[in-house]
T-cell receptor
Framework: AQKITQTQPGMFVQEKEAVTLDCTYD???????LFWYKQPSSGEMIFLIY??????QNATEGRYSLNFQKARKSANLVISASQLGDSAMYFC???????????FGKGTRLHILP | NAGVTQTPKFQVLKTGQSMTLQCAQD?????MSWYRQDPGMGLRLIHY???????DQGEVPNGYNVSRSTTEDFPLRLLSAAPSQTSVYFC????????????FGPGTRLTVL
């Protein structure tokens, strides 16, 4: 069974609009961490944001925030005021504390339109 | 401080050839890992290491070997390359097994004919 599911293969969003990229996860471990990475067309993987399962507040990093809904097992990435440079592939990932592996979803390709 | 480096950047192999993808980090990170990225599949974990002398399998380990004789280096060996191993390979590291942020290398694009 997939542990990380990203249901949106691709999205088109107008510049300056807010964007929500969906991510749901599956784990029975009460301790885990959730990550989002950005991969621009140049190919490098850029860490964006992290949320621990016991963190009380949603993580934020500049224009990025993680909408963490533990009961729904969702960890959506919200990008406020999108910019052309936000066009990229975005990956959600999870690490279970009982395991040393970090597992990635299949990604969502985001296109920001001028 | 170079971070995570990978060599080569590009490689073309013939079926059955062997080769080693190199990965090195200069941040004294204990944890290192290898992923492959295929279109529509995201990143899949091949092997990982939580410290020198310790390695373990990820999701897709078949056809690949690793070793970790030093903290700095984590080479990935393809013993007999197959077309199914055509992919982009990423090496990553983080300070320790429980650390949050993982740092990625620039990737190696491998084509097996």
């Amino acid at each position: 069974a997939q542990k990380i599911t990203q249901t949106q293969p691709g999205m088109f969003v107008q510049e300056k609009e807010a964007v929500t990229l969906d991510c749901t996860y599956d784990t029975s471990d009460p301790s885990y961490g959730l990550f989002w990475y950005k991969q621009p067309s140049s190919g490098e993987m850029i860490f964006l944001i992290y949320q621990g399962s016991y963190d009380q507040q949603n993580a934020t990093e500049g224009r990025y925030s993680l909408n963490f809904q533990k009961a729904r097992k969702s960890a959506n990435l919200v990008i406020s005021a999108s910019q052309l440079g936000d066009s990229a592939m975005y990956f959600c990932a999870m690490r279970e504390l009982r395991d040393d592996k970090i597992i990635f979803g299949k990604g969502t390709r985001l296109h920001i339109l001028p | 401080n170079a971070g995570v480096t990978q060599t080569p950047k590009f490689q073309v192999l013939k079926t059955g050839q062997s080769m080693t993808l190199q990965c090195a980090q200069d941040m004294n990170h204990e944890y290192m890992s290898w992923y492959r990225q295929d279109p529509g599949m995201g990143l899949r974990l091949i092997h990982y290491s939580v410290g020198a002398g310790i390695t373990d399998q990820g999701e897709v380990p078949n056809g690949y070997n690793v070793s970790r004789s030093t903290t700095e280096d984590f080479p990935l060996r393809l013993l007999s390359a197959a077309p199914s191993q055509t992919s982009v390979y990423f090496c990553a590291s983080k300070p320790a097994r429980w650390a949050d942020t993982q740092y990625f290398g620039p990737g190696t694009r491998l084509t097996v004919l």
